[in-house]
Every structure is written in structure tokens, then in C-alpha cells.
């Protein structure tokens, strides 16, 4: 056997001990935790299921990271990616004839418009992966509510 | 380089290979389990305000309601109802009347289209706070 034959076949191994390997690792922990597992994996694909369309959170806005948002609402929080398909709008008051739906108006807003302190009505979508997706976040700040 | 060391070394490669192989799949599932376990946390928060599904029930007991749409039962959610869980009905086939009545889990039937406000558990678990009879069955 010659020297490149060999260095060829010992790659070979080394690449299919490392991928049986992985599959080993994952499959073995995946035992372990059977149970809770197979629970998340089934509560996911219930709530990615076209039966729950949306998830709403409220919450003040009281960290920004990057594209990262944290909510606060009660002491519990979440932080949400709001990526570039996210639509941002905000409402504001506009009147005060006392109808409340004549008197609030809706504007487009962008990311940078959201400010720490500002109140977030946001739409979820769950992944099956257990992916939180923002679909939509809409400012209320300006409301006092 | 002798046969023998050749095969020592090739054996032992392989058992490193394998080694670093087993972590990379223990650390590949351990950030997936982690990053699920973390999201169900985050959904059963006060923050997320609410959860709501609709379909048709499929089957129903005094203490649950197995939700489906277009009768798949493959794609079914299963709602736990709790003493302060209000259950409304809107169509009152003899006044034909759509004001909200408060009606009790014993009144929901198999076929009855409903939506639902749920809350999720931590432990994944989801309960109705309100559900609506949107249809009526005789």
C-alpha cells in the first residue's frame, strides 16, 4: 500500500469515526432524556400547529442588544430577536373626541424607533424547532395605557 | 514505519476521532435541548399575554378538549380546563340570539367549532382561561 493510499484511508476513518460518533453522542443523551424530550418535542409541534395561529406578549421594553429586545412584565421576562421581516408599527393618539378607535392612529415604525421604556404588543409565531419568531410589534407607548 | 505502529496509531487516531466526535454530538443536542427548554420557559412567563387556537373539537372529557382542524387528528392540541376556565356560548338556536351565555365544560360536543384563550404550563401543558362555542349542535 502506498503512502497516499493510506493517508487517504485514514481520513476516511477518522471521518466516518467522528459522524458515527456524533450520531452515538446525540442518539445516547437523547435516551437519557427520553421523557422530557419527547414532551418538548410534542408541545412544539402542538404550538407551531396551524390550531394556535398567534401568541401575543406585552411588556416594557427594558434591554437592547443588537436586533435583541428583553421584555419585562410582573418580574418575568423574555428577549426576543426581531429580525428584518418583524413589520413595526406604532400607535399613537391623534384625537380625544373619546372614541377610542377615531382617536388612535397607526403608523409604520422601525426598529430604531424602539426605545428602552417603551410598551410592546408583540405577535409570536412558534416554530416546531421551539424557534420563537416575531411577526409582528406594535409601539403603544405614546397610548398611555 | 513498522505494520504494528501503523495499526496502534490508526486505532488510536480513531478512538480520538471517536472521542471528539461523541462531545461534538453531546454539545450539538445539549445546545438544541437547552435552547427548547429555554423558549418553553419564556412562553409560559407572564409576558406572553395570550395564546390563541381554534378548531373543532374532536374529543372532550370533564377535565380536557382535544382540539383538531379539518378533522386531522395528526395536528390536535390538547386543552386542560380548570375550575376558572369561562366557557361561553353565542348562538341560542331558539332566540337566535348571539349575546355570550356562561355555560359549563359539559355543554361542549364533539363537532363543536370553539376558540380558545390558552395559558402554557412550564411543564408545556396548555389551559384554557377562556374558551367561545362558536357553533351549534343539536
Known amino acids: 500500500m502506498n503512502k497516499k493510499t493510506l493517508i487517504i484511508l485514514l481520513l476516511a476513518f477518522i471521518v466516518i469515526a467522528i459522524v458515527f460518533s456524533v450520531w452515538i453522542g446525540i442518539f445516547y443523551q437523547k435516551q437519557k432524556d427520553k421523557v422530557e424530550f419527547d414532551k418538548l418535542k410534542q408541545v412544539f409541534s402542538i404550538l407551531s400547529s396551524s390550531n394556535i395561529p398567534l401568541i401575543s406578549a406585552y411588556g416594557i421594553v427594558t434591554d437592547i442588544k443588537g436586533r435583541n429586545i428583553t421584555l419585562d412584565l410582573s418580574g418575568s421576562s423574555i428577549t426576543l430577536n426581531i429580525n428584518d421581516k418583524s413589520t413595526v408599527f406604532s400607535l399613537e393618539r391623534v384625537g380625544s373626541s373619546g372614541n377610542s378607535l377615531s382617536d388612535i ?10 426605545k428602552k421604556g417603551d410598551h410592546l404588543n408583540i405577535g409570536l409565531k412558534i416554530l416546531s424547532s421551539g424557534e420563537i419568531k416575531v411577526k409582528s410589534v406594535i409601539i403603544t407607548s405614546s397610548l398611555d395605557i | 514505519m513498522k505494520k504494528i505502529t501503523i495499526i496502534i496509531l490508526l486505532i488510536f487516531i480513531i478512538i480520538v476521532s471517536a472521542l471528539i466526535g461523541g462531545e461534538l454530538g453531546f454539545l450539538v443536542y445539549k445546545q438544541v435541548f437547552n435552547s427548547q427548554k429555554e423558549s418553553l420557559n419564556a412562553l409560559s412567563s407572564s409576558v406572553i399575554q395570550s395564546v390563541f387556537a381554534s378548531g373543532e373539537v374532536f374529543d372532550v372529557d370533564n377535565k380536557k378538549i382535544i382540539l383538531v382542524s379539518d378533522l386531522d387528528v395528526s395536528n390536535r392540541v390538547i386543552i386542560e380546563v380548570v ?9 341560542d338556536k331558539d332566540s337566535n340570539n348571539f349575546s355570550p351565555k356562561n355555560t359549563s365544560i359539559e355543554f361542549i360536543k364533539k363537532g363543536h367549532k370553539i376558540s380558545a384563550d390558552l395559558k402554557i404550563l412550564p411543564n408545556g401543558n396548555l389551559q384554557a382561561k377562556i374558551i367561545k362555542i362558536l357553533n351549534h349542535i343539536d
Open chain 1, 105 to 114: 392612529s397607526r403608523k409604520n415604525a422601525s426598529f430604531e424607533d424602539i
Open chain 2, 83 to 91: 375550575k376558572e376556565t369561562q366557557i361561553y356560548y353565542y348562538i
